[in-house]
């Protein structure tokens, strides 16, 4: 067996980023920049003001209260046709461009209108609410990285920015095959010792959550011929992941009908509980990820190994996000495998967070990874560990 950190730089290291591709800015959420991005404008291209209120000259005001002829008005994409002279004033709202010679606003709030005229009672000093161009950012600024992910802060950015097109890494396309004679569709009738297959759907949620396109294959019997028959689907696909036929010997049916396509086995097997039965080699150019069949382990083992493969297509940090917490509960010493143990996070009154592992840790109990906020991590041959105790978690929120 191998450990859970060489097992994963070895299947990181297979995951190398995809090449870019041109998606429309309606089209990139979700997406990772493949290129840094540059303003096309300045933003404000020019000056407006921030407030409602009156565009006037700072000069006419020094000695308030100031009575001052209004002489028009400047809107949003209603500009003023004007020159604001001496003793002149222009109404004017909020994002409006200042008119020409005014170089101040005065708050609605700090002038009163009386009909043809309005009285600025403050001084104000040149500048005064008044955003100048390029204020936010002007053409050429680098406000977007390679790398990052466009949510909708993001792309409203890019937006502004005016760019239409922005280049983003392909999508990882990832086949999936479950085997099992025993596994049937979801709301397929079950026969006796028949259950609904979970792994497929749990999977392509999972691909789908990271950035990735799921290709669900089916579910292959246990024979040589079904399963090359449903691999025949994985053909331009980035990443192979399959489930099922873990046992010692199982897994011989799923490597022949791969071996006859010239499937290379790297490795087999990691000292962790659970999904220590996990296969990882190479079909010509697709990495193969062979997950247990068993559905705790197999996402378990997907969260440790898929998702850091998808990351890394992605260009993405492939580094699970663990964090340090203490311990609800005693625990026994742990044993030659690295354990993974399902659990629930709370926080103290310091803001500590408290994770507690359920009691039920059985590698069939689907419904305890349903419920988990947290994997806690017991390291192998770790001693007897007690409550409050400090333990490695890994927060499933943002990573599941």
Known sequence: MISVETARSQIVAAAAPLP????ALSQARGRVLAGDLAARVNHPPLAVSSMDGWAIRAADCQAAPATLAIIGESAAGKPFDGNVGPGQAVRIFTGAPMPAGADAVVRQEDAERRGGEVVVGTAVPPGKYVRTPGLDFAVGDVLLRSGTVLGPRQIGLAAAMNLVWLPVRRRPRVAILSTGDEIRMPGEPLGEAQIPGSNGPALVALIEAHGGEAVD????????????????????????VTSGGASVGDYDLVQDALAESGFILDFWKIAMRPGKPLMFGRLRDIPVLGLPGNPVSALVAALLFLVPMLRGFQGLPTDPPLATARLGCALPANGER?????GSLAFDADGMGVATPFDKQDSAVLSGMSAADVLIIRPVDAPAAEAGDKVRILPLESWA
């Open 217 to 240: 294959l089916g579910i292959a019997q246990d024979s040589r011929q079904s399963i090359s028959a449903l691999l025949a689907g994985a053909a331009g696909v980035d990443l192979l």
């Open 20 to 23: 870019a591709e041109q998606v």
């Open 338 to 342: 690295e354990a993974f143990l399902r």
